[in-house]
């Protein structure tokens, strides 16, 4: 993760300064040295302080990164979040790329952490999905962990998920059970994606491991988890908000797989004070 966070610090870096900050080099002496403050506009979870801190250490070594506050702190609004240290210029350089991964972050842990207190005392746990900013995958998927949350798969490549174009594709829920038992280790589950309670009576008898109901009404998802019955994992999917998922969790689900973690955080509210 470290090398591609650097070459995304690096990307992101070039793409703000380019040729030169024409501001600073206009207004700011090269000798100039001063402190800045990183505050929190609102409460918050705070996540990505180390990426804020690559950002600035990134364009000189030399700079001071003092956290105010540690990492997935629940932040007052008007909290100190962290001190830097050094020459003015270089701050005002990478002032809004370290705010825009840092708020980005926050948002998504914030997020992540109220779903996770709306569904306290079920023994639902809520997922990430694929659905995130490219790019930045691992940093938006480090930030639910951040947030009480947990992992879905990273990818297409470590875990086998057959959604609805799959068993068309293959013909049905049976024969693409069987395809990728035949195919894959035995060290990896199974995971389909079901939209009735017949294709869950399917996915049940074809011997998946992962049962995903997707968009199903709350009765239906009674209905299945109580067929299920232990014998598989089983998640919920689709049309989730936090209106809805405390009684999402209360059919029994074990998973609830939520894309609005990454997809529709709202960055936080984080401000750069020089001193």
Known sequence: MMLSLDNLIEQALL????????TTQALIPAD???????????????????????????????????????EGAKVAKGALIATVRGATAELLMGERVALNLLQRLSGIATLTSRFVAAVAGTGARIVDTRKTTPGLRELEKYAVRVGGGVNHRTGL?????????????????????RRARDFIPHTLKIEIETE?????????ASGADIIMLDNMSLAD????????AGRALVE??????????????ETG???????????SARAMDISMLLD
């Not at 490549?157 to 059970?177: F, P």
């Not at 919920?236 to 969790?249: K, P, Y």
């Not at 797989?257 to 997809?263: I, K, M, N």
């Open 157 to 177: 490549y470590d875990g086998v998920l057959i959604k609805e174009n799959h068993i068309a594709a293959t013909g049905g829920i049976g024969e693409a059970i």
């Open 32 to 70: 100039s040295r001063a402190t800045a403050r990183l505050v929190a506009k609102e409460e918050m979870t705070l996540a990505g302080l180390f990426v804020a801190e690559k950002v600035f250490k990134r364009l000189n070594p030399a700079i001071e990164f003092t956290p105010g506050l540690p």
């Open 221 to 228: 998802m009674r209905s299945a988890v109580a067929t299920i």
């Open 253 to 263: 689900v074990d998973i609830i797989s939520v894309g609005a973690l990454t997809h």
């Open 236 to 249: 919920a999917s689709g049309g989730v908000n936090l209106e809805t998922v405390r009684a999402i969790a």
């Open 15 to 22: 793409e703000d300064i380019h040729t030169g900050d024409i």
């Open 196 to 204: 009735t309670l017949a294709q869950v009576d399917e996915a049940l």
